[in-house]
């Protein structure tokens, strides 16, 4: 059964009906772009069953006991790191957490020896974020395990595209995204969440909207334009604008990025008050999206930057839900890219069984 098909306005039409026949065959999640949406939605499935779980007096099963993982983080992080280990215990994983800071790297130790070391010392899922974009794709070329990008330089963050995705999908009628507008307003330039959205969202059929100043969007453009004319068959077009009030106005989904300081060199922002009050996501300008629209975040938030204290505790801001979302779908990933069905166990996704 074929649960795409490509609509005349060439959008993908998403047939909800169960898509019993998606095998995961991925070995890696190195960024969103690898995946099919019926495979997005098989992602997006499990992660329903693993929100099931979540909500249990226990939090934890048997899915993945004995399983290996290992975090190593060359940058810094709280909830990708945390969420992922938690996601691991949660499925009875051993966990293994690297912080270069305190580890052989810090003697010189090069990135592919690192990889060699852990795997020698039993590493099986690695996941892993590194300052530089493609770090990931060496790190899967040396690797015997699997490896999950929980974040490379400017370039991808696939875990959170697909956490962003399923708590959108859960906002909105039917959790279905085409035709809804997304605005995303920062520090485009410099986000690799907003390039691993980008695929996601449009591959869900959404309207999306990126802005921020010129200078933090620059090469957006010319995406926004190939892809208008059907570059990618089947996916929703992108929009690029330095109006804040063009891409909030009747939006469903409003989302504010993080003006990354560390990554920006000199030039790009006249100051941090000037973006604020040009850009800041404030009261005034979530009031022309949709009544119903929700706020987002993938955090770390500058508040009174990006978005405004008040804002981000509003009524409809939704950033804790990503939060907590982002356990579940690393628990759903990392049980797919385990290959838990193949061990024998049930897998809600194959066999219509509940993950034990
Ligand atoms: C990231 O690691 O890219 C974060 O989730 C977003 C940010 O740092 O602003």
Redo the contacts with the bound molecule.
Sequence with gaps: MSVQAYGAAGVPEIDSAPTQEVVWHHRHLLDVDALTWPEIELIMRTTDEMKGILARPIRKVPALNGRRVTTLFY?A?T??RVSFETAARNLSADVVSISTATSSVTKGESLVDTIRTLEALGAEILVM?HSVSGAPYLAAEVFGGHVLN??DGWHA?PT?ALLDLYTMRQHLPGGDLRGRKVAIVG?ILH???ARSNIWSLTAAGADLWLCGPATLLRGMDRWATAWGDGAIPGHGRFHVTSDVEVAVRDADVVMA??I?RERMQGGLLPSLREYAARFGLNAERVSLAKPEAIVMH???MNEGVEIAPDVAVSGRAVITEQVANGVAVRMALLYLLAGAHETGRPHDAHSGEAIR
Excluded: A, F, I
Aim: net charge positive; charged share 30%; glycine share 16%.
């Design positions: 940058e992080s909830r990708t974020r929980g974040g963050h959170q520090d986000s690799r969440v990025l993080r990354q993938p955090g770390p």
